[in-house]
């Protein structure tokens, strides 16, 4: 045999091999796929089934990437994520050739006025500036983008002194005065990762005029990192403030009190997405969160619904006055909005006690969080813009509005939105998934598997290897004062010279049909729909 | 030495009037509205004055220097045009003559390198003020800055009557060092000059014109 011939064999078996292997791979699972029983659409049309089960697993991606429009997708549209990215980044909200929004569908809308405020009669405070840094596109193909960043001086744009918004003025030995009227909302050191965490307290630090919500898993060394203020949260599970056998504890809670940096104090009642206690997955659980939280390291943590220390309101009141005794801080309670009538019961208790708590966090039904049921976080509470106007009236029908601050929550993550909350009576806003989104979040939403592959939401050491805390803060900051100055940009259109003037005359519904409607509209069908439930009941 | 600044509350004035305090002058912000006072005071002025034309007489008295940041006219809440902008320079200018003012360090509103190869009317409009104050009898210093930026200042600049290069520009902290240092520096008296980011130390810079 020649040269030629071997050849020949050679080229025969290699077609052979080539035809055979995928052949016999394919008759494998063909009757791999027949013979087992879980799956039905296999059984009956074995192999080519399967493309169903790989599209439906890359969907949510392909979706998020390539088919859904810029105003699709949920809990956030492409737009609202890539508004929030840019903001942080580059510190820029310009767009071209107008709005994406849909403007047949219902929605509120801000009123301007004819004569808007000069840039120089607004109210605002810009003495010290910030030294953050931004990025700058230097040129950009269809598979590169160059951009640097630089050090920028920025505009703080907070509120002057005597606008400022004060957390317990008359109640409190250390009221909490507040220049800005965003801040971050209750998020865990162990939900998110520590490099997070320490990117959102470096950022909020240096933004400054604006908080730090330690969310219920305890105060750590990394929330302190940056020196924000912050606003610990005490949930049902009393992370961070409990004796190890469990119970609540005055030392622990006299030692955060008299920390600097903690300005006050948020019982957890419940949470948008959750109104059940909280939920860890064991494999977040280190040494080290264990250690602050006072918990077993590795096991699963399901904090329970209620608090053991108080049952009704005025037990909640007293167990606030003592808390506010012993800290000499503000003490406000979170909640979430459903029935009215209990709403109704606590506020008319604040009015006859003259007790209660400093500030109230009112959390929209569509609040984000880590971890929850699917029928908690769709269905149960109401949305923020149902529920913050009647809170906020509730307390003016009681002559108490003085006496306690609104905060809200809820997917206000632009400052339209955020007005829109300040219009509706919040005099402050909380933000969570606007500043993971500052940090990386992609909107992966797999928050609750240790497993965040931009590395916000894991305590995982190498995922975490991707978040930068030294270049992330920076946009947590530029995310920040850019909240801050879209503020005065639309209080400046409604003819305000503070964002702190905001009322419900300069917001209007519109709905499907073009009609508009005030918010009172709003307060006067949930009472509607009170008494009707009274009557039934009766 | 006491000073005097025009047009303190635009965004270079803010720092000028910091880097006054810094140096251990005593300053009088001009601002074009209320509003404007609170800040300024935060920034170290020890005077905020809300501008007003029956004013003017009085302004001066008692300070021995001034700043005038062109551009921002002391009118400029009122929304005027730039020819009622040169008016006002010039009234400000007659009586700052009047009332002995030793020293008029004014920003140009013409950037540096602007003028060169470029003979538009436009130009030629906002040079007006600068030539005024050529013309006067005071002790002036005209500063033509290039771009200017919001970069943090780091104290190094490049000064010169015309400096060579195609992109100049500066950031607002180290222009406010600048126009505070030509107060006393005397290679800046009876000056106009351009100035840019650099590498050499502001005093330097300004001594070496």
């Given at each position: 045999m020649g040269?030629?011939?071997?050849?020949?064999?050679?080229?025969?078996?290699?077609?052979?091999?080539?035809?055979?292997?995928?052949?016999?791979?394919?008759?494998?699972?063909?009757f791999k796929d027949d013979r087992q029983k879980q799956h039905?659409?296999?059984?009956?049309?074995?192999?080519?089934?399967k493309v169903r089960y790989f599209t439906e697993h890359i969907g949510p991606e392909l979706r998020q990437y390539l088919f859904n429009a810029d105003n699709e997708g949920k809990p956030f549209s492409r737009k609202e994520y890539q508004d929030v990215v840019k903001a942080g980044k580059y510190k820029e909200r310009l767009i071209g050739f107008g709005s994406l929004r849909d403007f047949d569908a219902e929605?509120?809308?801000?009123?301007?006025?004819?004569?808007?405020?000069?840039?120089?009669?607004?109210?605002?405070?810009?003495?010290?500036k910030i030294k953050t840094r931004v990025y700058k596109i230097d040129g950009e193909g269809l598979f590169t983008r160059k951009e640097h960043s630089?050090?920028?001086?920025?505009?703080?744009?907070?509120?002057?002194?005597?606008?400022?918004?004060?957390?317990?003025?008359?109640?409190?030995?250390?009221?909490?005065?507040?220049?800005?009227?965003?801040?971050?909302?209750?998020?865990?050191?162990?939900?998110l990762g520590e490099r997070a965490i320490q990117a959102l307290s470096k950022g909020l630090g240096l933004a400054g005029g604006t908080w730090m919500n330690s969310g219920e898993g305890g105060l750590s060394n990394h929330h302190l990192v940056g020196n924000p203020d912050i606003?610990?949260?005490?949930?049902?599970?009393?992370?961070?403030?409990?004796?190890?056998?469990?119970?609540?504890?005055?030392?622990?809670?006299?030692?955060?009190?008299?920390?600097?940096?903690?300005?006050?104090?948020?019982?957890?009642?419940?949470?948008?997405?959750?109104t059940r206690g909280g939920h860890v997955e064991g494999e977040k659980v280190t040494e080290e969160i264990a250690r602050i939280r006072l918990v077993e390291v590795g096991k699963t943590i399901n904090s329970p619904n209620r608090f053991y220390e108080f049952s009704d309101v005025p037990s909640m009141f007293e167990w606030i006055e003592e808390l506010r005794s012993v800290g000499g801080k503000p003490v406000g309670i979170k909640i979430v909005v459903g029935d009215m009538d209990a709403l109704e019961n606590m506020i008319s208790y604040m009015k006859e006690s003259g007790k209660g708590p400093d500030f109230i966090t009112v959390d929209g039904g569509e609040g984000g969080t880590g971890a929850t049921y699917q029928e908690l976080a769709d269905t149960v509470?109401?949305?923020?813009?149902?529920?913050l106007p009647v809170v906020d009236e509730m307390l003016r029908q009681y002559g108490i509005r003085d006496r306690v601050k609104l905060i809200a929550s809820g997917k206000l993550v632009t400052p339209d939105k955020v007005a829109i909350a300040l219009a509706m009576g919040a005099d402050l806003v909380n933000i969570?998934?606007?500043?993971m989104i500052s940090v990386g979040c992609i909107m992966a939403q797999v928050c609750h598997t240790n497993t965040c592959p931009a590395g916000v939401a894991t305590t995982d050491k190498k995922l975490q290897d991707g978040l930068v805390v030294d270049e992330k803060m920076y946009r947590v900051c530029n995310y920040i004062v850019s909240l801050r100055e879209g503020l005065y940009n639309l209080a400046a259109a409604a003819g305000l010279d503070s964002p702190t003037k905001f009322e419900r005359k300069h917001i209007v519904h519109k709905d499907e049909l073009g009609r508009v409607s005030p918010v009172e509209n709003l307060i006067i069908a949930a009472r509607r729909t009170q008494m009707q439930k009274e009557r039934k009941i009766d | 030495m006491k000073v005097i600044v025009?047009?303190?509350?635009?965004?270079?004035?803010?720092?000028?009037?910091?880097?006054?305090l810094k140096n251990g002058y005593k300053s009088c912000a001009v601002v074009g509205n209320e509003n404007q006072i609170g800040l300024l005071k935060k920034r170290g002025a020890a005077e905020v004055v809300v501008y007003e034309e029956r004013l003017l007489p009085t302004l001066f008295e008692g300070y021995e220097a001034a700043i005038y940041l062109t551009g921002i006219s002391p009118k400029g809440s009122s929304g005027r045009t730039v020819m009622v902008d040169h008016q006002s320079v010039i009234e400000t200018v007659k009586e700052a003559e009047r009332q002995g003012v030793k020293r008029f360090v004014m920003l140009s509103a013409v950037t540096a390198n602007e003028s060169i190869g470029d003979e538009s009317r436009e130009i030629a409009a906002k040079e007006m003020p600068d030539e005024l104050l050529r013309q006067s009898k005071l002790t002036y210093t005209v500063v033509q800055p290039g771009a200017l930026t919001d970069k943090p200042g780091n104290g190094k600049v490049s000064a010169a009557v015309t400096l060579e290069s195609a992109e100049l520009e500066i950031p607002r902290e180290d222009l406010a060092e600048v126009l505070v240092q030509s107060l006393e520096i005397e290679a800046t008296f009876n000056k106009t000059f351009e100035v840019a980011d650099g590498d050499t130390t502001v005093s330097k810079a300004l001594a070496s014109l």
């Amino acid at each position: 045999m020649g040269l030629t011939d071997y050849l020949v064999i050679g080229l025969f078996i290699f077609i052979t091999l080539i035809i055979l292997v995928p052949v016999l791979l394919f008759i494998y699972l063909y009757f791999k796929d027949d013979r087992q029983k879980q799956h039905s659409i296999l059984r009956n049309f074995p192999v080519i089934g399967k493309v169903r089960y790989f599209t439906e697993h890359i969907g949510p991606e392909l979706r998020q990437y390539l088919f859904n429009a810029d105003n699709e997708g949920k809990p956030f549209s492409r737009k609202e994520y890539q508004d929030v990215v840019k903001a942080g980044k580059y510190k820029e909200r310009l767009i071209g050739f107008g709005s994406l929004r849909d403007f047949d569908a219902e929605g509120f809308y801000i009123r301007n006025t004819l004569f808007p405020k000069l840039t120089d009669e607004m109210k605002v405070d810009n003495a010290d500036k910030i030294k953050t840094r931004v990025y700058k596109i230097d040129g950009e193909g269809l598979f590169t983008r160059k951009e640097h960043s630089e050090e920028k001086l920025v505009d703080p744009y907070l509120l002057q002194d005597d606008d400022a918004v004060v957390l317990g003025e008359h109640s409190c030995r250390y009221p909490f005065r507040v220049k800005g009227q965003v801040g971050q909302s209750a998020m865990s050191y162990g939900a998110l990762g520590e490099r997070a965490i320490q990117a959102l307290s470096k950022g909020l630090g240096l933004a400054g005029g604006t908080w730090m919500n330690s969310g219920e898993g305890g105060l750590s060394n990394h929330h302190l990192v940056g020196n924000p203020d912050i606003i610990m949260q005490i949930g049902p599970d009393l992370f961070g403030v409990r004796k190890p056998s469990g119970e609540f504890s005055w030392e622990e809670f006299k030692k955060k009190s008299e920390m600097p940096q903690v300005k006050a104090f948020e019982i957890k009642l419940a949470q948008g997405a959750k109104t059940r206690g909280g939920h860890v997955e064991g494999e977040k659980v280190t040494e080290e969160i264990a250690r602050i939280r006072l918990v077993e390291v590795g096991k699963t943590i399901n904090s329970p619904n209620r608090f053991y220390e108080f049952s009704d309101v005025p037990s909640m009141f007293e167990w606030i006055e003592e808390l506010r005794s012993v800290g000499g801080k503000p003490v406000g309670i979170k909640i979430v909005v459903g029935d009215m009538d209990a709403l109704e019961n606590m506020i008319s208790y604040m009015k006859e006690s003259g007790k209660g708590p400093d500030f109230i966090t009112v959390d929209g039904g569509e609040g984000g969080t880590g971890a929850t049921y699917q029928e908690l976080a769709d269905t149960v509470g109401l949305p923020i813009h149902s529920a913050l106007p009647v809170v906020d009236e509730m307390l003016r029908q009681y002559g108490i509005r003085d006496r306690v601050k609104l905060i809200a929550s809820g997917k206000l993550v632009t400052p339209d939105k955020v007005a829109i909350a300040l219009a509706m009576g919040a005099d402050l806003v909380n933000i969570a998934r606007g500043m993971m989104i500052s940090v990386g979040c992609i909107m992966a939403q797999v928050c609750h598997t240790n497993t965040c592959p931009a590395g916000v939401a894991t305590t995982d050491k190498k995922l975490q290897d991707g978040l930068v805390v030294d270049e992330k803060m920076y946009r947590v900051c530029n995310y920040i004062v850019s909240l801050r100055e879209g503020l005065y940009n639309l209080a400046a259109a409604a003819g305000l010279d503070s964002p702190t003037k905001f009322e419900r005359k300069h917001i209007v519904h519109k709905d499907e049909l073009g009609r508009v409607s005030p918010v009172e509209n709003l307060i006067i069908a949930a009472r509607r729909t009170q008494m009707q439930k009274e009557r039934k009941i009766d | 030495m006491k000073v005097i600044v025009f047009g303190a509350h635009g965004s270079v004035g803010e720092h000028v009037v910091s880097r006054l305090l810094k140096n251990g002058y005593k300053s009088c912000a001009v601002v074009g509205n209320e509003n404007q006072i609170g800040l300024l005071k935060k920034r170290g002025a020890a005077e905020v004055v809300v501008y007003e034309e029956r004013l003017l007489p009085t302004l001066f008295e008692g300070y021995e220097a001034a700043i005038y940041l062109t551009g921002i006219s002391p009118k400029g809440s009122s929304g005027r045009t730039v020819m009622v902008d040169h008016q006002s320079v010039i009234e400000t200018v007659k009586e700052a003559e009047r009332q002995g003012v030793k020293r008029f360090v004014m920003l140009s509103a013409v950037t540096a390198n602007e003028s060169i190869g470029d003979e538009s009317r436009e130009i030629a409009a906002k040079e007006m003020p600068d030539e005024l104050l050529r013309q006067s009898k005071l002790t002036y210093t005209v500063v033509q800055p290039g771009a200017l930026t919001d970069k943090p200042g780091n104290g190094k600049v490049s000064a010169a009557v015309t400096l060579e290069s195609a992109e100049l520009e500066i950031p607002r902290e180290d222009l406010a060092e600048v126009l505070v240092q030509s107060l006393e520096i005397e290679a800046t008296f009876n000056k106009t000059f351009e100035v840019a980011d650099g590498d050499t130390t502001v005093s330097k810079a300004l001594a070496s014109l």
